[in-house]
């Protein structure tokens, strides 16, 4: 079975010529944790996490520290807001590389790629890098139980 196979073809994108703010709204409307980047053509470009939004309001001590264990709040920095330059910011100065596959590849690479980069959500794009689909760890995990004798019933 492929990754095809198991993907959602429904994906909730940002172009890489928005801004941050209508990311934002993006996320917190249809509640995701990242969103694929596409350029007019379709065409998948980078990834946006919702840690690299959270992370403009993130206070410094937070990278500074390797232990904040002992912190019960963060007092006065919980009602950080990110400035209007930083929202105002386009997608595409934001974004990550992405890690993706293309819609013919097996669900054994797809899980591995999930795993090495510690993703939970892999875009899928076609041969011609449009974006097609999203393959979560779920959906990729699953599909691959469903070929186990344990879980089909056909234990001997």
Not at 16 to 36: I, N, S
Request: net charge negative.
């Amino acid at each position: 079975m492929n990754v095809k196979a198991s993907m959602k073809k429904q994906v909730i994108t940002v172009l890489d010529t928005d801004d941050l703010g209508t990311a934002a709204r993006q996320f917190v409307k249809h509640h995701v944790g990242m969103l694929p980047v596409i350029n007019a053509e379709g065409k998948l470009v980078g990834v946006l996490q919702l840690r690299d939004l959270l992370n403009l309001v993130l206070p410094d001590f937070t990278r500074l520290m390797e232990d904040f264990d002992f912190v019960n709040s963060f007092g006065a920095a919980n009602d950080i807001q990110p400035s209007k330059e930083q929202v105002a910011k386009k997608v595409s100065e934001v974004m990550e590389e992405a890690v993706c596959v293309q819609d013919d590849c097996g669900l054994n690479r797809a899980f591995a790629l999930l795993h090495r980069h510690n993703l939970t959500d892999l875009p899928v794009v076609d041969a011609e890098y449009c974006l097609v689909g999203i393959a979560s760890r779920v959906d990729v995990g699953t599909a691959m139980l469903k070929a186990w004798e344990i879980v089909s019933g056909d234990q001997a």
